[in-house]
């Protein structure tokens, strides 16, 4: 069960903060997942200048999927 | 150190804190930033962190000053969270031989703070929410330092 984290302007949009995604394996399944549930979030999450750290770690591209991996969704950051 | 905390801090006791015990250091320069009001459009000041990653991403900075400027240590303590204007935001302190060094890794640090830093910033106002974005200055004055 992935856990799924989303930052910033993200989470208003998609209103939510955190959820748990079952059944995933990799990020590029879960993306679709999240658009076929939310197709204005998937839209957002495929946008230019969102990055995405899984486990904290940033990653480029698709990637593998542990069970209880935490996928943040990172939007273009503001700094402090 | 790099600490995220989500109550107001005082930098004064920061600065004495960093600066005890110190027989090598010939210069600490510190900066501290302020919530603005903004003529009362930012009421609040609304600062998001992802625990963990952020204090990594700004611990890879941080490393990268150390070896930079040769410091002797450095600080940062970031708010997160509702921030009143006249709250401190932002503490930086750094400590070096010099004072070259210690001015500029601390404006180094602050650079990359205010453009580049794993933060999401939104500010409340009498007209509702708005998301902030680094300005041009904010890019600007990062890549002074070739990043």
């Keep these: 069960m992935a856990r799924v984290l989303l930052f910033g302007p993200l989470r208003d949009l998609a209103g939510w903060r955190e959820q748990a995604v079952d059944g995933v394996t990799s990020l590029s399944a879960l993306r ?6 939310d197709a204005e979030l998937g839209a957002a999450l495929a946008r230019a200048g969102v990055q ?19 996928v943040a969704f990172l939007p273009p950051m503001s700094g402090g | 150190m790099i600490r ?15 600066t005890a015990e110190r027989r090598e250091t010939g210069a600490v320069a510190t900066f501290t930033g ?18 963990g990653f952020t204090e990594g991403q700004i611990g890879l900075i941080a490393d990268e000053a150390r070896t930079r400027f040769a410091l002797h240590d450095l600080t940062v303590v970031h708010r997160v969270g509702r921030i009143s204007p006249g709250e401190a935001i932002v503490f930086v302190a750094t400590a070096a031989s010099h004072r070259r060094a210690a001015f500029e890794a601390c404006d180094f640090l602050m650079d990359y703070l205010k453009s ?3 933060f999401w910033k939104k500010e409340h106002g009498p007209g509702g929410t708005r998301w902030i974005e680094p300005t041009a200055q904010d890019h600007a004055d990062r890549e002074r330092w070739g990043r």
């Design chain 1, 32 to 37: 679709e997942r999240l658009a076929a549930d």
């Design chain 1, 52 to 70: 995405v750290a899984v486990d904290q770690a940033l990653v480029r591209g698709d990637c593998a999927l542990a069970p209880a991996a935490e």
């Design chain 2, 4 to 18: 995220l905390v989500d109550q107001p801090f005082d930098p004064g006791a920061l600065l004495t804190a960093f």
């Design chain 2, 34 to 51: 302020l919530a603005r009001a903004e003529a009362g459009q930012a009421q609040i000041l609304e600062l998001e962190a992802y625990p």
């Design chain 2, 116 to 118: 580049r830093a794993p």
